[in-house]
Each structure stands twice: as C-alpha cells, then as structure tokens.
C-alpha cells in the first residue's frame, strides 16, 4: 500500500520561511517523480514544484520560482519543499503527489497523493 505523509507546515508571518516533508513507503522511491501543490480556498488546485524520478530534473511554477526548492533523499524516501520569504498568498493546504510519469504528475493526474499539511501566513 502506498503512503505520503506530509509534515512541517504551520502559521508564520510573513517574510518567514517553512521546509515540508513529504514522506513516501509502499513504492520504489527512486522510480517515481514527485510533485507539490497547493489547494487554497475558493481556488483550483496549483502544482507548485516538482523533482523528477533521478533528481535532475525539476520544474516550478513562476509564482514560487527563486522563493522555493523541491529536494529529494533517496536515504529517508522523502522529497522537501523549502519556502522562503513567504507571502500571504502562499496559505494554503499542501499536497504532495507521486508518480511515474511525469506528464501525468504536471496535469495534477498523479497516482498517489498524500493528505496534506496546512501552511498559513499572517501579515
């Protein structure tokens, strides 16, 4: 049975920064790519960033490009998410998804998703 657990999320100001985690166990970490999105209220579900299956690869979206880094530890199964300076904007539950194929994680159509951590920022 595959299994995502997210953690590290919480409320900071503004300006502040977070590192989540996103857990994996039941799959062959190496072969999937993972990806991080956030669901805010009243908003469609936004992919933000995302580490391919060799860790070479990765891809973010512009309004978190230079704020945020997307790592992987092959050692632990679990892929980061490092948030710096962030923004009211940034509140949000986030998700972490996993899959093989990487034009089906950038869809939002991954296989597996965790439960989600909540991150807020207060100004």
């Known amino acids: 049975q595959v299994r995502l657990v997210e953690s590290g999320g919480g409320s900071v100001q503004a300006g502040e920064s977070l590192r989540l985690s996103c857990t994996a166990s039941g799959l062959n970490f190496d072969e999937y790519s993972f990806c991080w999105f956030r669901q805010a209220p009243g908003k469609e579900r936004e992919g933000l960033a995302c580490?391919?299956?060799?860790?070479?690869?990765?891809h973010y979206a512009n309004a978190v490009k230079g704020r945020f880094t997307v790592s992987r530890d092959t050692a632990k199964n679990t892929v980061y998410l490092q948030m710096n300076n962030l923004q009211l904007g940034d509140t949000g539950m986030y998700l972490c998804a996993a899959d093989r194929v990487w034009s089906q994680l950038l869809r939002s159509q991954a296989n597996y998703w965790g439960q989600g951590t909540q991150v807020t920022v207060a100004s």
């Open positions: 580490a391919g299956w060799g860790g070479y690869t990765t």
